[in-house]
Structure formats: C-alpha cells, structure tokens
C-alpha cells in the first residue's frame, strides 16, 4: 500500500464515527434507507447484465457467451446491486490551498465509496488527468474499501487536464450513478452533464474549492499563476479588485447550478475549510 497522510488513523476513526451516526440518521426515517426489490432469501432468476472485471466468474452465463461472444453475468433478485462510477479530478489545480483540493477529494471519494460498499454496491474509481482516464478495478463487498484506499493514495494530480476529453475517453455501457469530484475549472461543463445523461447516469458533482479561491485575502502586489500552464500575471489588490472576484466567482457557482438543474444532476459545494463528515451530511 502507498502511504497517504489523508487515510492516517485520524481518518479511519472519523470514518467510523460518521457511519454511525448515518445509520441513526437514516433508521429515525418513516422507511429506512434505499428501498430494495428483493423477495426475502429467494434465488430467483432476475435479469443479465454485462460481466465486469472482478465479477465472480462462477456467475458467468456461458449459453450466452456462446451465443453472443460477450460476457454475461446472471443476476438474481436479491443480488441486485448499483454500479457507482467516482471521477476523481486529476489535475494539477486540485492541488491548490493550504489544506489541498485533492486530499478533500480522496476523502469524500472514499467515505461515498464506504457507505456504497455497506449497502453491497459496486464502485468503479477513475482518476481524470492528462486528457484520459484512467479507470480501476470495480470492487464490491467490505473488503474492497483497503482496495479503494490503495487506489486513491496511488493518485497524484499535475499537468493540464481537459475534464470532457477524459470523462468521454471511458465508454460507459451501464446504467448507474456517476459521481464526478472536481473544481470544475472548464468551459465544457454542460458537455460533460450532456455525456453522461446520455449514457443513462444519475449525476452528481461534488465542486471541490480552496478556502482560499472562496475568500481569497486581495491585498497588496502579488503574482497569480496559473498551476496547470504555468502562466502568470502581477495584480495588485484593491477594493474594487475583490467586488469584480465576488462577482465574478458568484457568477461561475450559479451558472454550475443552472446546469445541474438543466440536466436533473444533484450538486454539493465543497470547501476545504469543511471536513468531509459536514460536507456529506450537508
């Protein structure tokens, strides 16, 4: 495993205390959490689906494969599970702040896939950077989430990344929720929400933003440069400087709400100034 101070022991046991407190949260509702179409312990045939890598190969139905030369999976009705794609923003801009975009990223990427796992679910992690996407083994079950952790320490952000570009490179095939964390810092946003309606994804965008990019202090000369193409440029603060940002930032938070309201996706705003307990249960 890839040490990773953002799953230190502080983590772990936050984690624990969080799923706890979700589960009285949900158990105080009128009916429980996510309703289920299973029919007590049978093991009744339901339905097909395509095989995923780390299905259990025991599943695989090899009438169809015959027919079809394509894996199948057979599902039965108790065995039903929702497939949860994570896109984790692997650009170099998300290693902005003094407590970085990135790290609160991993950490709600895997307390959504921890509380996906508890309810027998399958995630399938993808890390956005250099235009492409790199995707990882789907795990399900409890014992996958030292994988989801493994695979998370293992990403480190940098370059230029074209958020579009990569999310379009995987070619999705089933149906499912898709969770993109970024700070969407891209002029295509309605493209991406496009793609995956399109491919028949329930959408949700966590927007990941430095304490710093919310509430920046503009005082004095100072240099902005940009940490993806290394360009910058000398400002110097000033009250009508910070009106022009407050509007300009306000502006850039509502267009992202229009859109998610356009194409039905759930959104949540994240600041690094939050932990991912508040920021979950928000």
């Given at each position: 495993m890839v040490y990773d101070d953002t799953f230190n022991a502080e983590f772990y046991k936050s984690l624990s205390l969080f799923r706890i407190n979700l589960k009285m949260k949900l158990a105080a509702g009128a009916n429980g959490g996510r309703k289920s179409n299973a029919k007590g312990s049978s093991v009744e045939f339901s339905d097909f689906r395509e095989y995923l890598p780390g299905d259990d190969i025991r599943r695989i139905d090899w009438n169809?494969?015959?027919r079809f030369d394509r894996l199948f999976i057979k599902l039965f009705m108790e065995e039903k599970e929702g497939l949860f794609r994570?896109?984790?923003d692997g650009s170099a801009s998300m290693n902005y702040g003094e407590n970085s975009k990135?790290?609160?990223?991993?950490?709600?990427?895997?307390?959504?896939?921890?509380?996906?796992?508890?309810?027998?679910?399958?995630?399938?992690?993808?890390?956005?950077?250099?235009?492409?996407?790199?995707?990882?083994?789907?795990?399900?079950?409890?014992?996958?989430?030292?994988?989801?952790?493994?695979?998370?320490?293992?990403?480190?952000?940098?370059?230029?990344?074209?958020?579009?570009?990569?999310?379009c490179s995987e070619d999705i095939k089933l149906r499912g929720m898709s969770v993109v964390i970024s700070d969407?810092?891209?002029?295509?946003?309605?493209?991406?929400?496009?793609?995956?309606?399109?491919?028949?994804?329930?959408?949700?965008?966590?927007?990941?933003?430095?304490?710093?990019?919310?509430?920046?202090?503009?005082?004095?000369?100072?240099?902005?440069?940009?940490?993806?193409?290394?360009?910058?440029?000398?400002?110097?603060?000033s009250s009508s400087l910070e009106r022009d940002y407050a509007a300009t930032k306000d502006s850039f938070l509502k267009k992202i709400e229009g859109l998610c309201k356009k194409y039905g996706a759930k959104y949540v705003l994240a600041s690094t100034e939050n932990s991912y307990e508040t920021i979950l249960r928000g």
């Amino acid at each position: 495993m890839v040490y990773d101070d953002t799953f230190n022991a502080e983590f772990y046991k936050s984690l624990s205390l969080f799923r706890i407190n979700l589960k009285m949260k949900l158990a105080a509702g009128a009916n429980g959490g996510r309703k289920s179409n299973a029919k007590g312990s049978s093991v009744e045939f339901s339905d097909f689906r395509e095989y995923l890598p780390g299905d259990d190969i025991r599943r695989i139905d090899w009438n169809a494969y015959a027919r079809f030369d394509r894996l199948f999976i057979k599902l039965f009705m108790e065995e039903k599970e929702g497939l949860f794609r994570i896109y984790l923003d692997g650009s170099a801009s998300m290693n902005y702040g003094e407590n970085s975009k990135i790290k609160l990223a991993k950490q709600i990427a895997a307390a959504l896939s921890y509380c996906i796992l508890d309810h027998s679910d399958r995630v399938i992690l993808n890390f956005l950077r250099g235009n492409k996407c790199e995707t990882f083994k789907g795990v399900t079950g409890k014992q996958g989430f030292s994988r989801i952790t493994d695979n998370l320490s293992s990403m480190t952000p940098g370059g230029e990344n074209d958020l579009l570009k990569s999310i379009c490179s995987e070619d999705i095939k089933l149906r499912g929720m898709s969770v993109v964390i970024s700070d969407f810092y891209t002029d295509d946003l309605e493209d991406v929400l496009k793609y995956l309606a399109h491919k028949k994804q329930e959408i949700f965008l966590i927007h990941v933003l430095s304490k710093e990019e919310l509430s920046p202090e503009l005082t004095g000369t100072f240099s902005l440069v940009d940490s993806e193409t290394g360009k910058n440029l000398k400002v110097t603060g000033s009250s009508s400087l910070e009106r022009d940002y407050a509007a300009t930032k306000d502006s850039f938070l509502k267009k992202i709400e229009g859109l998610c309201k356009k194409y039905g996706a759930k959104y949540v705003l994240a600041s690094t100034e939050n932990s991912y307990e508040t920021i979950l249960r928000g």
